[in-house]
């Protein structure tokens, strides 16, 4: 149970220390192009932790009928970037990119679906 809280506090900390700090400042479209990137970087630090804490997912994960790895880290991340002030800048940089799609301005419209 122990190990399982840390997993998640390490998992804040990252987001906290690393995503939150490199996001921060960004604005519009740039904001959205860090916010994908600090996401894949996300991603690959969930999976080296998973693999890192592989009993837990094993073992306690499906005996204690808690959410697997992968998705505490899924939560923390949405709950440490889009409940935060940096949600609303986030959502209000995509709902900019919508409009100038809608006027007629060429966007980079994976940056919206990612």
């Not at 390490?10 to 479209?29: F, W």
């Not at 440490?80 to 100038?100: C, M, N, P, S, V």
């Amino acid at each position: 149970q122990e190990l399982y809280a840390e997993y998640g506090a390490a998992v804040e900390k990252y987001i906290r220390d690393t995503v939150v700090v490199r996001l921060s400042g960004k604005r519009d479209e740039f904001l959205l192009q860090t916010l994908v990137s600090e996401y894949k970087n996300f991603k690959v630090y969930i999976r080296m932790m998973k693999n890192v804490f592989e009993y837990l997912n094993r073992f306690y994960v499906t005996r204690n009928s808690v959410a697997r790895l992968e998705d505490v880290g899924t939560m923390k991340f949405d709950e440490g970037i889009f409940a935060k002030a940096t949600g609303d800048e986030i959502r209000k940089a995509t709902l900019a990119l919508i409009q100038k799609d809608r006027e007629g301005e060429k966007i980079d419209r994976q940056l919206v679906r990612n």
